[in-house]
């Protein structure tokens, strides 16, 4: 079954420390994956898309297909960076594309 | 470009009270789906649509149907409304992948 796990609801960084969201994935075949963000009463937004493999905001995420895993990193966090996350994926052709249940990045000053 | 679009933006219900939500996009993407958002359970496929005149459930797709006449339109609605029906919804298209969403519909029903 398909199935997108982000262990953390919410985690809580100062300004200028690294940060790393989790996601995990279950899909048998080869899924594509993407980052979402949502600021505050906003839509969600793409951040990133794994075959792309580009880095926005200074995010970048990658691919392991061994841990199936596809984790969010950026090695400076910012106060701005204060947003939900959620990591995605869908099957082939891209539809039907479910998310995790979110993790909430609090960036301290 | 407008992009995507949900009518109305805020709606209270009664229990078995129904509604419908309409969606819109102007991107003649082929693909429209329906999320639900509630805290702690993160974005829920309620039903999608890969074309024109075609719908399929998603993972949480009781007490809601949906219906794609036009390929810019995707309806959803509920026959009945429940208390566990209080969410922001969420509609999307996208054209192969990573869905462009509308600005939500928050709905509480009492």
């Known amino acids: 079954a398909q199935r997108v796990t982000q262990p953390e609801k919410l985690l809580s960084v100062f300004k200028g420390a690294p940060v790393e969201l989790k996601c995990n994935y279950s899909y048998s075949g080869s899924p594509e994956l993407f980052w979402y963000v949502q600021y505050s009463r906003q839509r969600l937004q793409l951040l990133l898309r794994?075959?792309s493999r580009e880095s926005i905001k200074g995010f970048t995420a990658d691919l392991n297909k061994g841990e199936t895993s596809f984790h969010l990193k950026k090695p400076f966090a910012q106060e701005e960076d204060s947003a939900m996350y959620y990591c995605a994926l869908s099957g082939p052709g891209g539809f039907k594309t479910i998310f995790g249940a979110g993790t909430r990045l609090f960036v301290k000053a | 470009n407008a992009g995507v679009t949900q009518t109305p933006k805020f709606r209270v219900l009664k229990t078995g009270q129904s509604m419908t939500l309409l969606c819109a996009q102007d991107m003649n993407h082929e693909y429209m789906y329906w999320y639900r958002q509630d805290p702690g359970m993160g974005l829920r496929l309620i039903h999608y649509s890969v074309g024109e005149g075609t719908t399929a459930k998603g993972e949480v797709p009781d007490g809601y149907n949906v219906s794609r006449l036009k390929k810019q339109n995707f309806l959803l609605g509920l026959e009945s409304a429940a208390p566990s029906q209080t969410s922001v919804y969420f509609c999307a298209s996208s054209r192969d992948s990573s869905p462009y969403f509308g600005p939500g519909t928050r709905l509480t029903v009492t």
């Open positions: 794994h075959i």
